[in-house]
């Protein structure tokens, strides 16, 4: 910071145009998961993280560093949404949570887990050797996903005799826009099926293509997610879960390596570092345990319920997930706020991680137990949501800080965590509810989806 003439109020804004490109990202992008298939779109991601990080390693001012957070976040939301969709391409139902816990520890990795190996690489190589061994690692990561990651795209096409059918026939003006994209991603399905089961391997050419083009239009998939998301209230729960958590995450993270460079804590680059192992051991824990947890707890009640699962069985977990989310910023703000010891806030980040995991676990897989045919636009729309909370949290954290204090500015942040525990309440109650009150609407959406699973 001094180097450069930096201030905290630039990396918050640096921060916040990061999260305001993963916000930005995925509206502009994600669509072309659908037309293109999965492959490119993380291939695009890889090359354009691995630039940044060589650029975020040589930037120079603080316009810089503004500008490149904002295009490494346009790059991050790319394969931030694709990789739950990759877990659907490839997983059973029964399997999601423990996946989605994975993927939501591998996330959470570079905020808790990162700062550790950071602050001894700043202390004996300098902070620029920390981008450096970024763009060294996404250098490999990229040619990891050039060579051996295979495309995860399914176009179910079943090979038989169609019988007779004339479309051209029927006038055009009887059917409406979401008619005709369901009459052509339904044309495919064939009478009398005659699948060869004999059918040999794709070569391994195949299987890394570069593209995985359909034929059905994308334009509304630019315009659909934030349709899906006011249409159906498991995604709206999803995305305010998730968005809240992640920003109180971010603001957590931020404060801690900001004040306690400062007194009466006067920590080290790599003592900061190892303080937020607490945070690591607290998402390490849950990830561990919550997930498996939440995928035997399913099956339990399913077969308690006539072997008929029902989503909402997921939901009790995110009870106990938000009280140890509030708890977690209550003790980490007040500690903070009354200079108590170290270890107390390094407890209260812990909590937090745990929390953390535990609830956006339990909503990301009921929206996947929940809507597996729209999933592409609903993750758009949550990517969005979660990341413009982050943003607005980001920007603001600072004025926030310096006009209600540390401790009171924490104590509303978890009275706000507190608050999201009422949403899954409602949704235990009223979800199926909702669910059958939305079908016709699901049906609709997912007839526009490139590859629709006609029922």
Known sequence: MSELGLTYATFNQASGSNFAGLAIGCLLFIPCVHKFGRRPIYLLSAVVQFACAIWWANFRQAGELIGVSLLAGLAGSISEAVAVITIVDLFFVHQHARMNGIFLFMQSLGSTGGPIAAGYIVVSMGWRWMWWMIAILLGVNLILVLFFFEESKYIPLVVGHSGPFDLGQQSASKYDDDEKIAQQSTLRMATRSTVDVRRSRKSIWQRLAFVTKTDLPMVQHFYQPLLVLFSFPAVAYTAVTYGTILAWFSANASSGSYFLLDEPYKFSPSAIGLFHLGGFLGTFIATLTIPALNDWFIVRAAKKNGGIFEPEMRLWMSIPGAFLNCAGLLIYGIGLGRDLHW????????????????????????LTDCYPDILGDALIA??????????????????????????????????????????????????????????????????????????
């Open 382 to 455: 949550i990517v969005f949501i979660r990341n413009g909370f982050a943003m607005v949290v980001r920007f603001a954290f600072t004025p926030w800080i310096n006009g209600m204090g540390i401790q009171n500015t924490f104590i509303l942040i978890g009275m706000l965590a507190l608050i999201t525990v009422t949403l899954p309440i409602l949704l235990m109650v009223y979800g199926k509810t909702a669910r059958a009150g939305t079908a016709d609407n699901y049906r609709k959406y997912a007839a526009r989806q490139p590859v629709h699973r006609k029922a």
């Open 343 to 366: 270890a107390v806030l390094a407890v209260g980040q812990g909590i937090y991680g745990f929390g953390f995991i535990t609830t956006a676990d339990v909503a990301l897989t009921y």
